[in-house]
């Protein structure tokens, strides 16, 4: 394909109004454009780049037996009342309503479609199992949508179905499944690992997140040398180990001029860690009274599990002063009373532990677990930090790293599968419900993440397996016939074995040519400028070499040399 010819919109500076480098470098290099918040175009040779990671996850589902299909974008009520999540997707599902005010949404996830689909059309153990998958475009009003298509508010989704009639299979057919999502990350050529998650909105009983490995991913993973890796998120805190201090009488402290934090440790020669923080939640309606130590932060997903509340929030001025009020001094809301006070594991360990008193310039100290506290819950309510031993090997000292989320599997066992009553006869004609596993990816967040793993200070630097084009061919000037002889030689042979060729034929001066083909980042480049040619030599150059590295070859020796790195 012909520069040229093709819709390509490079632009000489960075857009301003994103902060992310992936965004960035996407708009700037003419892959997308932006149409609303959220909302976004694929131009040429982004699609590409799309179609080429569709095709490899395309053939990872044909060969564990996917089925392709097409859902529809729009999807009635009444399923999503059946599941509860009409209410339960709250406003990040984009509703409408047609002519006769029947109310639809767009997908945001097809569960509900594809089980109404198979609980009419599968009903024998015979027809089981099943995997259905579609690539389809999904919506979700996020409260933020940023960073370009990593995180919009209609993308591309690989969506994908199993149906079986017991667990042990759904159990076989999740590890096959997580074992082709690996491939299919090795294939795109990331650096990824593998968590354990939450399941969130979409629920079940196991769930794994497939994570990109990148600075500015928005997740944390914990990961330990044992082979335990988990979103921080849902990492379990273990118990820490107190000290062996004599414990003493609760007391008040003056604490004159310490009005920070900061200043309370110093004035009071103790760590943060001696210290203890109250923070009042909203759970469902109900105040619960949380106790953290100063240096750790509350999950809200942990707590909110332990709850067992659809909806948390931190209380409004109005609770927290009519709660603490309660008890002018706040050494006494160590002892709050009619109120659920859980305590984060961690606390209970705190020996002579110091609070805020509700009075000023003063602190108390020397709260213990054992007689001043009015605890009701211990549990582990906090977010694992630097230091934390691992879970599972209950040893080492986890490490962490950022990520972005491209991929989400889940073993539903038979939650949609009961609220909308999907069953199959089995062979002695009973009805069972079906179990169910579901397995997303998000393919325009892919796009994003690989541009946010991979590229340097002058742009893009493509893997091999989706790159828009394996190669670039840049003639210093078309118009010189020696130079688009050659050109078109080396395009001919390369694309004849089936090699995405770009040139760029454009009349453009050679900086802006180069300065182009670092940005979009295609891996290979091959230069034929009149002066090598004058010595039989065209230039050669890897994208992800440093700067500088160019080979001269003859052009036969190019197109070996690049038809070998492509095994063709
Ligand atoms: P997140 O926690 O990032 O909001 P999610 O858990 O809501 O993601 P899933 O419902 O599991 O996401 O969707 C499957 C995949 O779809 C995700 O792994 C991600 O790659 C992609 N995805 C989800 N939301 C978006 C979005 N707003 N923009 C782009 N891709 C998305
Ligand atoms: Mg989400």
Sequence with gaps: MFFSKLLIPTLRESPTDTDIISAKLMIKSGMIRKLASGFYEFLPLGLKVLRKIENIIRHEMNIIGGQEIILPLISPKNLWIETGRWNIYGKELFRLKDRKNAEFCLAPTAEEVIVDLVRKDVRSYKQLPIMLYQFGPKFRDEIRPRFGVMRSREFLMKDAYSFHTD?????????????????????CGFKFCVVESTSGPIGGSLSHEFMILAENGETEVALCKCGYSATSEKTECLKVEGSMEELHAMDEIFTPNASTIENVVKFLELSTKNFLKTIIYIADGDPVVVLLREDHEINETKLQTLLEASEIMIADEQTVSTITNASIDF???????????????????????????????????????????????????RKVVPGDICPRCKEKELKFLRGIEVGHIFKLTTK?????????????????????????????????????????????????????????????????????????????????????????????????????????????????????????????????????????????????????????
């Design 331 to 381: 050494g006494d809301s160590v002892g709050f009373k009619n109120i659920n006070v859980i305590a984060d594991l961690s606390v209970i360990e705190i020996l002579n532990a110091v609070s805020e008193a509700n009075k000023k310039d003063y602190h108390v100290k020397n709260i213990n677990y054992t007689s001043d506290y009015g605890i009701n819950i211990i549990a582990d309510v």
């Design 167 to 187: 667990e042990l299979d759904l159990e076989k057919y999740y590890r096959i499944m997580l074992d082709a999502y690996k491939n299919i990350c090795v294939k």
């Design 416 to 568: 949609y599968s009961k609220s909308m009553n999907a069953t199959y006869l089995d062979s002695n004609g009973k009805e069972n419900l079906i179990f169910m596993g579901c397995y997303g990816l998000g393919v325009t967040r892919i796009v994003a993440a690989t541009v946010e793993q991979s590229h340097d200070d002058s742009g893009i630097i493509w893997p091999d397996n989706i790159t828009p084009f394996e190669v670039l061919i840049v003639p210093l000037d078309y118009y010189d016939d020696r130079s688009r002889e050659v050109t078109e030689k080396i395009y001919k042979e390369l694309s004849s074995k089936g090699l995405d060729v770009l040139v760029d034929d454009r009349n453009e001066r050679p900086g802006v040519k180069f300065k182009d083909a670092d940005l979009i980042g295609i891996p290979y480049r091959i230069t034929i400028g009149k002066k090598d040619l004058a010595n039989g030599n065209v230039e050669f150059k890897v994208r992800k070499d440093p700067k500088g590295s160019v080979k001269f070859l003859k052009p036969e020796e190019v197109v070996s040399k690049v038809l070998e790195i492509f095994k063709k």
